[in-house]
């Protein structure tokens, strides 16, 4: 259905069994759940889907090593279990990575870690050798009965140095062990979405819609592209905004509640070009400890290095962005553990930020807020039910949707029939286990070039079977990124719920924050947007400038950078940029 034939549905019959406020990964995780169900259920997101903290994770996929000292080893068994099953899923976005962690002390961070772990205190503090040598005994003990990837090691120092001499040469060892990334998180919600829409006309969904409580209590639904409102009457409503969770709550419930129930904080990243910095990673990803005892990541990402993050409390997640004190702080955490290798302000070509949805807390160290999820109902007069999805990490979005969707479940009767555990995702289904032949038979079908077919599978996987048949099907033409076409970019306009040009280069493509974005580039993918949509003039001027803010202000990169990009695709962000 589209998004025409699905508002009209919804105006001749307003009622469904479950409405989910929130498209990022966990409200589309519990909407597959319920579509795969049978139940009748709309998601509304609305911004696009994956748009908020979705977006601006820190691309890993990981048991959380640092959440053993908080005591949260359910979270950390949980978060390792569903890590194995999205490499066994979503082999085409999710892969090892062999993560380093440099070492500098012997003892340090024992009598501090007990003390948190007991409660007792609040400050981060340095983690010696014999904590970090016990999280990891502890993260092999958790996998040892699916031995997915090699158990940890140690090297001494004279080990370490030879293997990474860019490395801050006051370390005493250095520890590996395999965690896991994700390449195109954003990608991979959008087949989860598919995957429950696909199960049936019961699953529905919307971007760009918004819901609101009317006076009377009814609740209606805004469709912010087709500029039309409906009346929509659930059962049960699924909150899953996140960071937006009390604002979405005080927007739909008749009474507010006694007590807020999010407290997030800000995590802000920089994607760096720099070939020197590239190399002294030798293919792994340093997770390390500033100065201040605070965590911080640096791997190579889409052939640039990601760096972060920060973790700072905010109060409207709306408005977050990467400051430019976040910058300096990553920088500087970056020259302790790499001290010779110096990053100019031109290697930095994307930024971003977004709101860890973490449960409301005191707690003046943010680092000891839980990470865990959990959920909880919240009732009021003249009100449906409204479930609220409280914390939750990106690596966990299976689980989570789990439990709210069986929550759900029972509260409406119903048992589960579908489990998807072992469900392969998108691309990910038949993953071929000789890349070279599966991509052979695609080109001899399609006439497309193997060459062509390889970058299809990098982006798609296995579903780049119907990405190459529609490119196959008419005249192809090129692109100012040689890495994209006319074709290929107008399948995920039509399938993919564009509706935005910032959909299509953020968040469909990996186009922005690989740096490789031109304004070239940028005009032409609107260009195809407008004439798909029949937008006049006016209006794809506005799309233009509602894109150029957008890209200045929240991400670094200025309409001067992508203009210079047209020639030079290493000219960076402007990391001067005002944040407002």
């Known amino acids: 259905m589209n998004r025409e034939e699905i508002f009209n549905g919804l105006a001749r019959r307003p009622k469904a069994e479950v409405l989910v406020i929130g498209g990022g990964i966990n409200g589309i995780s519990v909407f597959r759940e319920l579509a795969l169900q049978g139940i009748d259920v709309l998601l509304v997101e609305r911004n696009d889907y994956c748009s908020g903290a979705s977006a601006a994770l820190s691309r890993m996929v990981h048991g959380g090593l640092r959440y053993l000292e908080n005591g949260e080893f359910k979270?950390?068994?949980?978060?390792?279990?569903?890590?194995?099953?999205?490499?066994?899923?979503?082999?085409?976005?999710?892969?090892?990575?062999?993560?380093?962690?440099?070492?500098?002390d012997a003892f340090s961070g024992i009598a501090n870690g007990a003390v948190r772990f007991l409660g007792l205190g609040r400050r981060p503090s340095r983690r010696g050798a014999v904590v970090i040598k016990t999280g990891l005994a502890i993260y092999d003990f958790f996998t040892r009965t699916r031995a997915m990837m090699p158990k940890h090691t140690f090297r001494g120092k004279r080990k370490t140095l030879a293997k990474w001499p860019a490395i801050n040469p006051d370390l005493i060892a250095s520890a590996t062990y395999y965690d896991a990334q994700v390449s195109h998180p954003e990608r991979l919600g959008m087949e989860l979405l598919d995957d429950g829409?696909?199960?049936?006309?019961?699953?529905?969904?919307?971007?760009?819609?918004?819901?609101?409580?009317?006076?009377?209590?009814?609740?209606?639904?805004?469709?912010?592209?087709?500029?039309?409102?409906?009346?929509?009457?659930?059962?049960?409503?699924?909150?899953?905004?996140?960071?937006?969770?009390?604002?979405?709550?005080?927007?739909?419930?008749?009474?507010?509640?006694?007590?807020?129930?999010?407290?997030?904080?800000?995590?802000s990243h920089l994607m760096i070009d720099n070939a020197e910095l590239m190399a002294a990673l030798g293919g792994h990803m340093l997770y390390y400890e500033n100065e201040d005892g605070r965590i911080c990541i640096l791997f190579p990402y889409l052939g640039k290095v990601l760096v972060g993050s920060t973790d700072i409390r905010v109060d409207d997640p709306g408005t977050v962005r990467c400051e430019a004190d976040e910058r300096d702080y990553i920088l500087q955490s970056l020259a302790f553990v790499l001290p010779h290798i110096r990053i100019a302000p031109e290697d930095i070509v994307f930024q971003f930020a977004g709101v860890r949805p973490l449960p409301a807390s005191n707690d003046s160290f943010t680092g000891r807020i839980p990470r865990d999820h959990f959920c909880t109902f919240v009732e009021a007069d003249g009100t449906p039910p409204v479930l609220c999805m409280i914390g939750g990490k990106w690596t966990t979005f299976r689980s989570f949707g789990e439990l709210a969707a069986d929550m759900t479940l029972k509260r409406l009767g119903k048992s589960r029939r579908i489990d998807t555990k072992d469900r392969q995702i998108g691309g990910g289904r038949e993953f071929p286990t000789s890349r070279k032949s599966w991509i052979a038979a695609l080109a001899a079908t399609t006439g497309l070039a193997s060459t062509r077919i390889e970058q299809l599978f990098e982006r798609y996987g296995t579903a780049a079977t119907q990405v190459a048949e529609f490119i196959a099907r008419q005249a192809d033409a090129a692109l100012p990124d040689a890495d994209y076409t006319t074709r290929e970019m107008l399948f995920l306009i039509r399938s993919e719920g564009v509706e935005h040009l910032d959909d299509l280069l953020l968040r469909r493509t990996t186009l922005a924050i690989s740096g490789q974005l031109s304004l070239a580039m940028a005009d032409a993918a609107l260009d195809l947007l407008a004439a798909e949509r029949g937008w006049d003039l006016g209006r794809r001027l506005a799309e233009h400038k509602r894109f150029l803010i957008l890209l200045a202000e929240r991400h670094g990169v200025s309409e001067q950078t992508l203009h210079l990009r047209n020639t030079d695709r290493s000219i960076p962000c402007e990391t001067t940029a005002k944040s407002g």
């Open 75 to 104: 979270l950390v068994r949980e978060s390792l279990e569903e890590r194995d099953r999205l490499l066994a899923n979503a082999p085409h976005y999710v892969s090892p990575l062999p993560t380093t962690v440099p070492v500098f």
């Open 197 to 267: 829409l696909t199960a049936g006309l019961h699953a529905r969904a919307l971007n760009y819609a918004e819901v609101t409580r009317q006076a009377d209590g009814s609740l209606m639904l805004h469709d912010a592209v087709l500029g039309r409102t409906t009346p929509i009457e659930p059962q049960i409503v699924i909150n899953a905004t996140g960071g937006w969770i009390d604002l979405t709550n005080r927007q739909i419930l008749a009474e507010k509640p006694a007590r807020p129930l999010m407290g997030g904080t800000k995590g």
